[in-house]
């Protein structure tokens, strides 16, 4: 079992910046970690995620405005987000994946608002 915590998120203005940060329990080497978001009346959708010998990947509506980087001595992941629109508001969610076994865990969650 893997315990994702976040931290980080925030009431910003748009054109702000915010910083969300996910610590899991245990080494994640192995995972391919990732952020997800899910805005109200939507599905839960890809922000981005990072393998250790990968560079990220981006959602195209995120892609120059995010970054993801990890820290594997720490067991952190971190998303930087910069120039925030109204349309980034959403619950984003710390993703977990255990590629050699298939296995998947979330954290619980932290709310993004963009508005003035």
């Known amino acids: 079992q893997v315990q994702l915590v976040e931290s980080g998120g925030g009431l910003v203005q748009p054109g702000g910046s915010l910083r969300l940060s996910c610590r899991a329990s245990?080494?994640?080497?192995?995972?391919?970690m990732g952020w997800y978001r899910q805005a109200p009346g939507k599905e839960r959708e890809l922000v981005g995620s990072v393998t250790t010998r990968r560079p990220a990947i981006y959602a195209d509506s995120v892609k120059g405005r995010f970054t993801i980087s990890r820290d594997n001595n720490k067991n952190t992941v971190t998303l930087e987000m910069k120039d925030l629109k109204p349309e980034d508001t959403a619950v984003y969610y710390c993703h977990a994946n255990w590629t050699r076994i298939n296995r998947i865990y979330w954290g619980q969650g932290t709310q993004v608002t963009v508005s003035s």
């Open positions: 245990r080494s994640i080497f192995e995972f391919r």
